[in-house]
């Protein structure tokens, strides 16, 4: 039972821990005013544009891919049930 116990307070203890850790951090950053907000992303956006390509994040196929072929099965199916190309998401 007093295990048990133990075990509740030290929840709630964390929970309120936790809890207040999240005021401090939004207090934080609700110090910012509209202005230096602002100035702060679009320093990021031009930091961005200037920041040399990734090459593990440029594509390596060609420029003009082709669009891929229907399935022999989905072209008879869409004829047997008059339905469209099915769409691809």
């Known amino acids: 039972m ?25 207090r934080h950053r609700r110090a910012y005013s509209a202005e230096e907000v602002r100035a702060r992303l679009q320093g990021r956006v031009v930091e961005a544009a200037t920041a040399p390509a990734d090459p593990d994040m440029v594509p390596d196929w060609p420029a003009e891919v082709q669009r891929p072929q229907r399935h022999p099965m989905e072209v008879l199916l869409s004829a047997v049930m008059r339905i469209g190309p099915l769409r691809r998401f």
């Open 2 to 26: 007093r295990l048990s116990k133990l075990f509740g307070v030290a929840g709630i203890v964390g929970v309120a821990a936790t809890g207040a850790v999240l005021v401090r951090h939004e």
